[in-house]
């Protein structure tokens, strides 16, 4: 005979009674929220250091975090995020205290060992060292593609753009760790705050099967787990319940591929999104005339670009390519195709660097007699410089290209655009590659976060052999190692005046914009980034 309490568990395991009140009230309501965006990696891998993109910064913070944070609800301040403080050891040691209790996502906690070891030769940095920190290590721009647990080339190289001196982390105890530089760094502290510095598990790398393998699951301490990621298609997270910044507020997140912007903005109309990022301009009349839709965002700190070959085309000379910097009317570029929502730059550099900002320096300004003059000067002929074009990676990237193709032919440049499909196509040193668009971030308060990072000896022009100038990589050094904040002012000033004026890596067109389409009904608060911020301190439900 079947007592009663096998009985009840029996008839419950069948469905046959109800579940309880009680268990009804906990079942889970949180929402699934769908994000529709134009790209979701360039690397095809979600490790913070392979993908060290735009589109990769949107993502990141849902499921990796940083030990000093940014504020994506104020105005990108640093704040304790996984360090709860930390402090100056000397010019080239800064020790970090962790916060206690973090669960990663595979359930272990946090310590130093798992800081030491995301920052690890195993893990960043493979056989490079800092003592060859000014010197360039040619990088594969290549989709990483690795099968082993060898560390594709990209990432010691791009660690080393990120950490060019970095020793090692010390782990003094389980919640202190100490980063040891081979030089002064005065940036240290920020460098703990840039995309590429975020902590993953040491064991879930270590039992991966490839590296490959991890860096299209890693596993870190952020609100969200990934649950399953397909390439060029979609990326879906769980909440991570055991979150140390409270219980995650949305159940699922799901983010979606959709390369057509019209495509995004009829998907958010018909209610099959609840998010469309990267939004142009002349779209959001479209999305605001949809009374229950709104359009949140603005200028950003990333400066759109035009990069420079300067080795295998007309661009040798300097003066080609100073040319090409003043037939661009940048105004007319911000006031017709981005309809006066973003601003010209002044340079690339941005107004939070404080006391490191150069006042007074400005874009090449627009002046065709004299970009006429240069193109006659130099005796170029009129053979084919070409334009590498992905197709709208950047918002508005194909009618900017376009428009700037018209200007620098009005300058007598013959400048053709070449379609590509990807990040690898654009690099590809194979045939000619005069010209591309590009971005640049600064991830914290500092130049050496913006342009040694991206053009000098570490820089990615520089090791895909772009662009190199030997003043401007001792200037670089200058600026990464000493402490003296006026020798680093005067680096950064005469820094800009080699890259921008007499051998121009690349020229700014305007300050980047990012604009996302959302329901009204949903409470939560656009950052002042690419980033997108679905913690609980940032969402407020969706009313109705």
């Not at 798992?114 to 989709?143: E, L, N, Q, V």
């Not at 990432?155 to 760790?177: G, M, N």
């Not at 879906?236 to 910044?245: E, K, L, P, S, V």
């Not at 300097?318 to 090409?324: G, T, Y």
Request: contains cysteine; proline residues 6%; charged residues 25%.
């Amino acid at each position: 005979m079947v007592n009663v309490e096998r009985r009840a568990f029996l008839l419950l395991a069948s469905g046959a009674v109800a579940l309880p009140r009680f268990a009804i009230a906990q079942s889970d309501t949180r929402p699934e929220i769908v994000v529709a965006v134009q790209k979701l990696v360039t690397s095809n891998t979600l490790d913070p250091v392979a993908e060290q993109s735009n589109v990769g910064e949107r993502i990141l913070n849902s499921y990796v975090e940083l030990l000093i944070g940014r504020n994506l609800q104020g105005q990108l301040e640093s704040m304790p995020q996984l360090a709860t403080s930390w402090k100056r050891i000397s010019h080239e040691v800064v020790e970090v205290s962790l916060r206690q209790g973090v669960k990663f996502h595979n359930g272990d906690e946090m310590t130093a060992e798992d800081i030491a070891f995301t920052f690890s030769a195993a893990r960043m940095f493979g056989s490079t060292t800092p003592s060859g920190w000014d010197k360039t290590i040619t990088m594969d721009t290549s989709r990483p593609t690795q099968k082993s647990k060898e560390l594709p080339t990209q990432v010691p190289a791009v660690a080393r753009r990120l950490w060019p001196s970095l020793i090692k982390v010390e782990v003094v105890d389980k919640y202190t760790c100490r980063f040891v530089n081979a030089t002064p760094d005065v940036t240290i502290e920020g460098r703990l705050s840039a995309m590429g510095s975020q902590i993953v598990n040491r064991r879930a790398f270590e039992e991966a099967a490839s590296w490959l393998d991890y860096a299209r699951r890693p596993v870190g301490t952020g609100p969200y787990k990934v649950r399953s990621f397909t390439p060029d298609v979609e990326l879906i997270f769980d909440a991570h319940d055991d979150y140390w910044g409270g219980r995650p507020p949305i159940k699922t997140l799901r983010f979606v591929q959709v390369p057509e912007v019209a495509q995004r903005v009829n998907g958010i109309r018909a209610g099959q999104y609840h998010f469309a990022c990267d939004l142009t301009p002349d779209q959001i009349v479209t999305v605001e005339g949809d009374t229950r839709l709104e359009v949140v965002g603005g200028i950003i700190p990333n400066i759109r670009l035009s990069v420079f070959d300067k080795y295998d085309t007309a661009l040798k000379d300097p003066r080609i390519r100073q040319a090409l910097t003043h037939a661009i009317d940048r105004k007319m570029i911000v006031d017709k195709l981005w309809l006066g929502r973003t601003v010209v730059p002044p340079g690339l550099q941005f107004a939070f660097y404080g006391d490191m900002f150069v006042s007074g320096w400005t874009a090449p300004e627009f002046d065709l007699a004299k970009a006429k003059a240069l193109v006659k000067e130099a005796g170029y002929k009129g053979d084919p410089i070409p334009y590498r074009l992905l197709n709208d990676y950047y918002t508005l990237q194909t009618a900017n290209a376009q428009v700037l193709t018209e200007m620098w032919q009005q300058a007598g440049l013959n400048v053709q655009i070449e379609m590509k499909e990807n990040w690898a196509q654009i690099w590809e040193p194979k045939g000619k590659r005069a010209i591309h668009d590009w971005s640049n971030s600064a991830q914290f308060n500092d130049p050496v976060s913006s342009l040694p990072t991206q053009h000098g000896p570490q820089g990615q022009q520089q090791q895909v052999h772009e662009w190199a100038n030997d003043e401007m990589n001792t200037l670089c050094g200058v600026l990464q190692t000493s402490t003296d904040m006026a020798e680093r002012k005067k680096a950064f000033a005469r820094m800009l005046v080699i890259c921008e004026r007499e051998d121009p890596a690349y020229t700014v067109l305007n300050q980047n914009a990012t604009f996302t389409a959302k329901q009204k009904a949903t409470q939560w608060k656009v950052a002042p980034d690419f980033a997108m911020d679905f913690r609980a301190s940032n969402w407020g439900g969706m009313t109705r």
